[in-house]
């Protein structure tokens, strides 16, 4: 069976040629960047160019790029950092809409002393700008806001949340983890201190991530150990990883600027499609402000899992905010901060695309989809009452 | 992904009785949308009073559908004294079983046919007379209470995964925990194991952390503090200081908050009292 990969916000595919950058960092040259010899040294000179093909992406100096393990690394470590460099500081602001590695770091840090702003969400998604100015205060030590939504592709205002931030003098952070690679960032115009990325989503392989300090910001490291990334992340560097990240990067640096695949206009045309061939569905986010290969969508009166589970019977690849998906019983943090209503929430679907998306491929997705969700709410209850309804009013 | 077993799989992708048995003699409806599921019920009876069509219609997960289907299955040739028998383990042994999480799918299809069953009968819902302890999913006493009874459920991750009750927002934990207890004393079950029993010096010292790590930082933010007086057996006399002493709330601050952290980090007899 072919697969249908719309789940690209989960992770990507490794591309065939930051793969083969990678390979020989596998294999043959397996020296230690921080060694004394040549055979070492040749990969300490690989690494410095995959941290300039990183910094380039983000519009940023090689010597403000920390490599890590993964974007949860990044996000820990810049928030720790943050707290120990503003000891004094008890309040710290995020957003309700983050992702778990900087949400559940905030509740703990809830749990353990700080006092902790989650600054609302309109129901598009939208960050309340004045609500975050009001909470800003000379306790606050941090603020830490997504650069874009990882389920509704929603992208908050940065140039706005830096004058407001900034002009506080507040230290400001973003998880760009999924923004990365999608749209331009360029750190010498939206000045954050610390930012995030991961190389999974941006076709590197799993286990490698960066993070993006700006020169000047008081640091303390995470990980303690060696004198590697210029002692602000111990351990013994992840070696064909970052190679790859690096290539990775720089792929998608050409790619943002190439603008040759149109993946909005594919994202576009699956939402439209499915708009013409299905009744009752929502777009969930801000369609204005939005991640090119992101969409949400709502299908009411029937549960996400289930739908999913019948997409999977095809190949198609695809994600849930619906609370049977995760293991818990409520529909995802996400679309409730949003006050997506219950009929909607449960029933929704994240599709996420890339640069390998094919129309193809959306073309298949709208054959399949239209007759699962017929028959999802063939089944459903709710489905019939408001059809009945709907016929008797 | 849900490990989920064939026989769920293939009662998802292709169930069994699905639609509205027409002029059913016996309907049940439970669950709802906010809820995330819910399964409607229909049975017809034959001549002998056996159930001769089921059919349901169902709003869930996988493991949601699957269970309706496999229900209406099992029922068919029963009389419906043979099926109020039907448990939701039955509903479960039948799909060759369920990921924990989802055990609340058979018990929402075992409720079913019981409502249905009871609509034949032209009886009240047995549930209806309880009160609602979960309202995230709208949950009574009664029914924790019988669920946490028949499969001897003892943490609250096991009620969560039968019943729903304290999977939401949690402000109904020590309702649920209050009925766990009492049920556990009723039954003479072993209570779950404990942390071990510490000695006095050990517990005394440990509530001084716990406030200080836990609980006065909480209230330092509101301008307040807590000093630790003097522990007498399950007693912790403690004194609130600043803006907490003269505070209307400090009563309830003191029993629901402090009361709660030294219970769950030091041990769930404690009580807490001002001094």
């Given at each position: 069976m072919n697969i249908v990969y719309l789940d690209n916000n989960a992770t990507t595919r490794v591309d065939p040629a930051v793969l083969e950058t990678m390979l020989p960092y596998l294999d043959e040259w397996y020296g230690n960047p921080s060694s004394m010899h040549s055979f070492g040294g040749e990969v300490g000179r690989k690494i410095a160019a995959a941290r300039e093909q990183t910094a380039q992406l983000l519009g940023a100096d090689p010597e403000e790029i920390i490599f890590t393990g993964c974007g949860t690394e990044s996000d820990s470590t810049a928030i720790w950092s943050a707290l120990r460099s503003e000891p004094d500081k008890k309040h710290i602001v995020t957003s309700r809409v983050e992702h778990p590695a900087v949400k559940n770091l905030f509740e703990y840090l809830g749990k353990n002393g700080y006092r902790v702003t989650f600054v609302p969400v309109d129901g598009q998604g939208r960050l309340d700008l004045d609500f975050l100015s009001d909470s800003l205060g000379d306790d606050t030590a941090l603020v830490s806001l997504m650069w874009a939504n990882n389920e509704t592709g929603v992208i908050f205002p940065f140039p706005e949340i830096v004058e407001r931030v900034k002009e506080k003098g507040i230290l400001l952070h973003s998880d760009a983890i999924q923004a990365a690679g999608k749209i331009p960032l360029n750190m010498s115009r939206d000045r954050v201190d610390m930012l995030s990325i991961s190389g999974h989503k941006i076709h590197a392989p799993k286990g490698i991530g960066a993070l993006y300090v700006r020169k000047g910001t008081r640091f303390s490291p995470f990980l303690i150990g060696g004198h590697q990334e210029g002692g602000r992340r111990g351990g013994t560097e992840n070696t064909a990883s970052i190679i790859g990240f690096g290539k990775a990067c720089e792929l998608a640096a050409a790619r943002l600027e190439s603008k040759d695949q149109d993946i909005a206009g594919f994202r576009d045309r699956l939402e439209q499609g499915l708009i013409a061939g299905v009744p009752r569905i929502l777009i969930n986010g801000d369609t204005e402000n939005r991640l090119p290969n992101t969409s949400s969508i709502s299908f009411e009166y029937i549960e996400g899992e289930s739908i999913l589970l019948m997409l999977d019977k095809h190949g198609i690849c695809a994600s849930s905010g619906s609370a049977c998906t995760s293991g818990s019983l409520?529909?995802?943090?996400?679309?409730?901060?949003?006050?997506?209503?219950?009929?909607?929430?449960?029933?929704?679907?994240?599709?996420?695309?890339?640069?390998?998306s094919t129309r193809e491929e959306i073309d298949f997705v709208l054959e399949k989809v239209p007759p699962v969700i017929k028959r999802l709410r063939s089944m459903s209850p709710f489905w019939a009452e408001h059809v009945s309804t709907c016929q008797s009013a | 992904m849900w490990d989920y077993t064939d026989k769920v799989k293939e009662h998802f992708l292709e169930p069994r009785n699905v639609g509205v048995v027409e002029e059913a003699d016996g309907l049940g409806e439970v669950g709802s949308l906010a809820c995330g599921d819910a399964l409607k019920l229909s049975f017809k009876l034959d001549a002998d009073k056996r159930i001769k069509e089921a059919k349901f219609q169902t709003f869930g997960c996988a493991s949601a559908i699957a269970s309706s289907s496999a229900l209406t299955e099992m029922v068919k040739g029963l009389t419906l004294e043979e099926a109020e028998k039907i448990t939701n383990e039955d509903i479960a042994d039948f799909l060759g079983g369920l990921p924990k999480e989802k055990m609340h799918c058979s018990v929402m299809g075992r409720d079913a046919l019981e409502r249905a069953i009871q609509s034949y009968r032209g009886e009240a819902?047995?549930?209806?007379?309880?009160?609602?302890?979960?309202?995230?999913?709208?949950?009574?006493?009664?029914?924790?209470?019988?669920?946490?009874?028949?499969?001897?459920?003892?943490?609250?991750?096991?009620?969560?995964?039968?019943?729903?009750?304290?999977?939401?927002?949690?402000?109904?934990?020590?309702?649920?925990?209050?009925?766990?207890?009492?049920?556990?004393?009723?039954?003479?079950?072993?209570?779950?194991?404990?942390?071990?029993?510490?000695?006095?010096?050990?517990?005394?010292?440990?509530?001084?952390?716990?406030?200080?790590?836990?609980?006065?930082?909480?209230l330092q933010?509101?301008?307040?503090?807590?000093?630790?007086?003097?522990?007498?057996?399950?007693?912790?006399?403690?004194?609130?200081?600043?803006?907490c002493s003269s505070c209307m709330k400090s009563e309830s601050t003191l029993r629901d908050f402090v009361r709660n952290k030294l219970r769950e980090l030091v041990a769930p007899e404690l009580e807490v009292r001002e001094v």
């Amino acid at each position: 069976m072919n697969i249908v990969y719309l789940d690209n916000n989960a992770t990507t595919r490794v591309d065939p040629a930051v793969l083969e950058t990678m390979l020989p960092y596998l294999d043959e040259w397996y020296g230690n960047p921080s060694s004394m010899h040549s055979f070492g040294g040749e990969v300490g000179r690989k690494i410095a160019a995959a941290r300039e093909q990183t910094a380039q992406l983000l519009g940023a100096d090689p010597e403000e790029i920390i490599f890590t393990g993964c974007g949860t690394e990044s996000d820990s470590t810049a928030i720790w950092s943050a707290l120990r460099s503003e000891p004094d500081k008890k309040h710290i602001v995020t957003s309700r809409v983050e992702h778990p590695a900087v949400k559940n770091l905030f509740e703990y840090l809830g749990k353990n002393g700080y006092r902790v702003t989650f600054v609302p969400v309109d129901g598009q998604g939208r960050l309340d700008l004045d609500f975050l100015s009001d909470s800003l205060g000379d306790d606050t030590a941090l603020v830490s806001l997504m650069w874009a939504n990882n389920e509704t592709g929603v992208i908050f205002p940065f140039p706005e949340i830096v004058e407001r931030v900034k002009e506080k003098g507040i230290l400001l952070h973003s998880d760009a983890i999924q923004a990365a690679g999608k749209i331009p960032l360029n750190m010498s115009r939206d000045r954050v201190d610390m930012l995030s990325i991961s190389g999974h989503k941006i076709h590197a392989p799993k286990g490698i991530g960066a993070l993006y300090v700006r020169k000047g910001t008081r640091f303390s490291p995470f990980l303690i150990g060696g004198h590697q990334e210029g002692g602000r992340r111990g351990g013994t560097e992840n070696t064909a990883s970052i190679i790859g990240f690096g290539k990775a990067c720089e792929l998608a640096a050409a790619r943002l600027e190439s603008k040759d695949q149109d993946i909005a206009g594919f994202r576009d045309r699956l939402e439209q499609g499915l708009i013409a061939g299905v009744p009752r569905i929502l777009i969930n986010g801000d369609t204005e402000n939005r991640l090119p290969n992101t969409s949400s969508i709502s299908f009411e009166y029937i549960e996400g899992e289930s739908i999913l589970l019948m997409l999977d019977k095809h190949g198609i690849c695809a994600s849930s905010g619906s609370a049977c998906t995760s293991g818990s019983l409520e529909p995802s943090h996400v679309l409730r901060a949003m006050g997506i209503p219950y009929t909607a929430a449960h029933g929704s679907i994240r599709f996420s695309l890339s640069h390998l998306s094919t129309r193809e491929e959306i073309d298949f997705v709208l054959e399949k989809v239209p007759p699962v969700i017929k028959r999802l709410r063939s089944m459903s209850p709710f489905w019939a009452e408001h059809v009945s309804t709907c016929q008797s009013a | 992904m849900w490990d989920y077993t064939d026989k769920v799989k293939e009662h998802f992708l292709e169930p069994r009785n699905v639609g509205v048995v027409e002029e059913a003699d016996g309907l049940g409806e439970v669950g709802s949308l906010a809820c995330g599921d819910a399964l409607k019920l229909s049975f017809k009876l034959d001549a002998d009073k056996r159930i001769k069509e089921a059919k349901f219609q169902t709003f869930g997960c996988a493991s949601a559908i699957a269970s309706s289907s496999a229900l209406t299955e099992m029922v068919k040739g029963l009389t419906l004294e043979e099926a109020e028998k039907i448990t939701n383990e039955d509903i479960a042994d039948f799909l060759g079983g369920l990921p924990k999480e989802k055990m609340h799918c058979s018990v929402m299809g075992r409720d079913a046919l019981e409502r249905a069953i009871q609509s034949y009968r032209g009886e009240a819902p047995r549930d209806v007379d309880g009160l609602i302890v979960c309202e995230c999913f709208g949950v009574t006493d009664k029914q924790i209470e019988r669920e946490v009874r028949e499969h001897q459920l003892q943490s609250m991750e096991e009620v969560t995964a039968y019943v729903k009750a304290g999977g939401g927002c949690g402000n109904c934990l020590d309702q649920v925990q209050e009925i766990m207890d009492r049920v556990r004393q009723e039954e003479g079950w072993a209570p779950p194991a404990r942390k071990p029993r510490l000695t006095n010096i050990q517990k005394i010292k440990l509530i001084q952390e716990t406030l200080q790590r836990e609980v006065s930082p909480m209230l330092q933010k509101d301008g307040g503090n807590i000093e630790l007086v003097d522990v007498e057996g399950d007693q912790v006399l403690v004194r609130l200081k600043g803006a907490c002493s003269s505070c209307m709330k400090s009563e309830s601050t003191l029993r629901d908050f402090v009361r709660n952290k030294l219970r769950e980090l030091v041990a769930p007899e404690l009580e807490v009292r001002e001094v």
